[in-house]
Every structure is written in structure tokens, then in C-alpha cells.
């Protein structure tokens, strides 16, 4: 299962983004799909998450700015991102676990990472 991530860029504090990620592949079924961020010199952290049924969680720096949905007929995750500040300068990742649909075997799949700049 491929997972292609979309929408960074570079905007400035207080502005707004979009983040999208598009799940290809044979998939029977996708259960959760997150967000991830690595700034440079930190470890990778989570985001924000979703479930199949919609239920989101979100780092607790993130709260309130940020958005994750996630359209399961089309196996998109979307990370809407408003009010940014420079500390969330990072690449993005999106995550997906699920069942693939050939092979019945669980999968674990990374996008390949999409910048996020964030000027003062």
C-alpha cells in the first residue's frame, strides 16, 4: 500500500495550510491514519490521528489549530493547519495501518514527507 502526501509549503505565522494523503494500492480495509512531524534535530512525534469511525486524537501543542479528517471511500487523510507558528516547521509524514485486499495481510505504510515552513 503507497501512501503519496501532498500540500506543504512555506507560509507565515498565523497563515494556514492544507496537508493531503491519498492511500493506493490493494486495501480491504484502512483502520487508523495519522500525522506526523520531524523538525530538524528532534525525534519523529505524532500529530494527530484518526479512526475509521472518525474518532481523532491530537498533540496537546496542537489542539485547537489543527484538523484531521479522513474520506474513507476515497482512503484520503487530510491535516487542516491554521494559526501556525514557527515551531511547527517539520516534514510531515502521514501513516496508514489497515488489511491489504489480495493477500489479507496487515500493512503499515509511511508517505514519503512533505515540507512545512512556518516564518516569523
Known amino acids: 500500500v503507497q501512501l503519496v502526501a501532498s500540500g506543504g509549503g512555506l507560509v507565515q505565522a498565523g497563515g494556514s495550510l492544507r496537508l493531503s494523503c491519498a492511500a493506493s494500492?490493494?486495501?480491504?480495509?484502512?483502520?487508523?491514519m495519522r500525522w506526523y512531524r520531524q523538525a530538524p534535530g528532534k525525534q519523529r512525534e505524532l500529530v494527530a490521528g484518526?479512526?475509521?469511525?472518525?474518532?481523532?486524537n491530537y498533540a496537546d501543542s496542537v489542539k485547537g489549530r489543527f484538523t484531521i479528517s479522513r474520506d474513507n471511500a476515497k482512503n484520503t487523510v487530510s491535516l487542516q493547519m491554521n494559526t501556525l507558528k514557527p515551531e511547527d516547521t517539520a516534514v510531515y509524514y502521514c501513516?496508514?495501518?489497515?488489511?491489504?485486499?489480495?493477500?489479507?495481510?496487515?500493512?503499515?505504510?509511511w508517505g514519503q514527507g512533505t515540507q512545512v515552513t512556518v516564518s516569523s
Open positions: 501513516n496508514a495501518d489497515g488489511i491489504k485486499g489480495a493477500t489479507m495481510v496487515l500493512f503499515d505504510s
Open positions: 484518526i479512526t475509521s469511525g472518525g474518532v481523532t
Open positions: 494500492g490493494s486495501i480491504f480495509r484502512i483502520n487508523a
